[in-house]
């Protein structure tokens, strides 16, 4: 047997003298809150008690956690001689989490007490009431309501609606009541889909561990028996984490309705009728009326997909993998598909590797040419059409819409065909002897010149993209002062001069948050593309072509490859990428500094 690496007792010297520091500041923490708390009696014994009663009852767990896996981690490391590189360090991971254990509960006590002079904080001064200061609200809104609340409402802590039951609201009561009797049902008898299970299993099931073969051959039905699926097991188990999320918010609001209610009754009114609270949910309440299908909405079709294609950045979700090993499942993989961006490892490391930074570089190549030359482009063209004296500016405004009423499915392949190899601006160049061969415009072979083939998606775009904004910046153009042009021309202001002086600062003042968003959009263009080049020219042994922009490269990878993990990863890159852009961009800018500047 080979001889194994005792651990370092110096290392778990330091570790436990690390958690004892560690435990040490979270008690003097503990004690300063709670002495605070004391005096604060004093004046509002109400608001208080529910606080005393968290710093009493949350040192609890790790008190029990220091006196028993700290005593188990211990007792392991002196029973057995394990390899350092191993299991030792495994052990040594164990006691360091339970060093940081009370740094994890002292933070969130900090935060519902509301006291952030204590806490060490980046903030400035004037912006004390930041973040977590509603976390903190809530939390003594929950303490207050349970102090200062009826039976009812005490009742309503552990029984949906006893509140409401007990001040007679009995519809509104006996709501809340089914609904948590129906989520309670849900995450107990776990209703499944495919044999994917939702509720307390699908809690389970998302660790993506003990999985079944994924279905085998039943000869009897000529089919596959039902196995596990992987992306349900993902979706099902976000969607039960977000019903225990309605649950929680349910379980409030029905505190606070019952809390309510107590109120009314302190003041001698009487408790809203449930026809009262349909009334007002037509009237002062209208908004949240209008509000909630789109919430509702939003979470279903928007950020649960987006939970999901964000979790399968973790996985090992990719088809050529996953047929090379002969298997129709995936697992977590942590943060190993973010490395193989910089790493080049797996089937399609060495195209990211390669290929990531161009593509990004082009990227922002097209969206800052796309953007600027659509944007300048509408200005001028609105400032000509809108010129004095100018006849016809209906029939040019006319042509110019006509571009947008068409879809723009129809306008790219029909510039693609006429710019094609076989196109007929092709066919005039080599009748009239300008050629003797057909110009790749688009990079649609191999062959053809990537460079030539952006200058032209990039002059495409412009005939697709002016006409917008010639649009908005007509109107805008329309609300400009007449003063100011006065003014100017007093002054013996120049018309280029006016025009950079006055027109231009106030369309730009006005159009940031519109530049800012096609400027997003462009970086996410996919249409123009992906319809004119098709990503071309391709490079060989590379998904991603020569004028492929990120959204591009992604589809090919996802739909063409099946790569869904790395796609995932491409796709969190993205958004990174245009949400920080976005929001630098915004803050800095006038029209959010100087907000009253043009009104």
Request: charged share 15%; net charge positive.
């Amino acid at each position: 047997m080979a001889n194994k690496d005792p651990i370092n007792k110096r290392r778990v010297g330091i570790c436990v003298l690390l958690s004892f520091v560690t435990l040490g500041i979270y008690a003097f923490y503990w004690l300063y809150l709670l002495v605070k708390n004391v005096r604060s009696l004093k004046n509002d014994t109400r608001s208080c008690i529910g606080e005393m009663l968290c710093l009493i009852l949350v040192p609890i767990y790790p008190i029990y956690w220091w006196y028993t896996r700290g005593n188990d981690v211990k007792r392991l490391l002196e029973e057995r001689d394990c390899q350092a590189s191993s299991t030792g360090s495994l052990f040594l991971v164990l006691l360091l989490l339970s060093s940081f254990i009370p740094l994890v509960i002292f933070i969130p006590m900090g935060i519902m007490q509301g006291d952030f002079n204590s806490l060490p904080t980046a903030v400035s001064k004037s912006h004390k009431a930041n973040f977590f200061s509603p976390i903190g609200k809530f939390f003594r809104n929950i303490g207050k309501m349970f102090t200062g609340g009826s039976v009812g409402t005490k009742l309503s802590y552990f029984i949906f609606g006893a509140g409401n039951i007990y001040h007679k609201q009995y519809i509104k009561g006996g709501i809340f009541l089914l609904l948590q009797i129906a989520i309670i049902l849900f995450m107990v008898l776990c209703p499944s889909i495919n044999g994917t299970p939702y509720g307390y299993k699908a809690l389970a099931n998302l660790s993506l561990k003990n999985l079944s073969k994924g279905g085998e051959f039943d000869p009897a039905t000529g089919g596959m028996t039902t196995g596990s699926d992987c992306k349900l097991m993902i979706l099902f188990g976000f969607v039960t984490i977000a019903v225990i999320v309605i649950f929680v918010i349910l379980w409030y609001k029905n505190i606070q309705s019952s809390y309510k209610a107590d109120m009314d009754k302190k003041i001698g009114k009487k408790p809203t009728t449930f026809k009262e609270d349909l009334q007002s949910l037509l009237d002062q309440k209208f908004h949240i009326t209008m509000l909630t299908p789109t919430c509702i909405a939003a979470l279903v079709f928007t950020v649960l997909p987006t939970i999901f294609m964000i979790a399968l950045a973790f996985t090992t979700y990719n088809d050529p993998d996953m047929n090379d090993a002969g298997t129709t499942l995936f697992h977590w993989n942590g943060v190993q598909n973010f490395a193989r961006v910089f790493t080049g490892e797996g089937s399609l490391g060495f195209e990211i590797k390669n290929r990531f930074l161009p593509v990004l570089g082009w990227t922002f190549i097209w969206a800052i040419f796309a953007t600027l030359t659509c944007y300048f482009g509408g200005i001028i063209l609105a400032l000509l059409i809108n010129k004095k004296g100018l006849k016809g500016k209906k029939i040019f405004r006319t042509i110019f819409i006509m571009t947008i009423a068409v879809p723009q499915f129809i306008s790219l392949l029909a510039v693609r065909n006429i710019l094609g190899e076989f196109g007929p601006v092709n066919k005039m160049l080599m009748d009239f002897g300008w050629t003797n061969h057909a110009i790749g415009f688009l990079g649609l072979n191999p062959a053809d010149s990537e460079i030539l083939a952006k200058v032209m998606v990039i002059v495409v775009n412009m005939w697709v993209g002016i006409p917008y904004t010639m649009l908005m910046t007509t109107g805008i153009l329309m609300n400009i002062p007449a003063d100011l042009y006065e003014a100017g021309r007093v002054d013996g202001a120049s018309t280029t001069k006016m025009f950079f002086k006055i027109t231009l600062p106030y369309v730009i003042f006005i159009t940031t948050p519109y530049l800012i968003s096609s400027f997003v959009g462009n970086i996410n263009s996919f249409n123009t593309i992906y319809l004119l080049t098709g990503g071309g020219p391709t490079h060989t042994g590379y998904q991603a072509g020569g004028t492929d922009l990120l959204v591009t490269w992604l589809y090919k990878v996802t739909i063409d490859q099946g790569a869904y993990n790395t796609g995932a990863v491409i796709g969190i890159f993205t958004f990174l990428i245009t949400a920080t852009i976005t929001l630098i961009t915004y803050r800095r800018s006038k029209a959010y500094n100087e907000e009253d500047t043009f009104q």
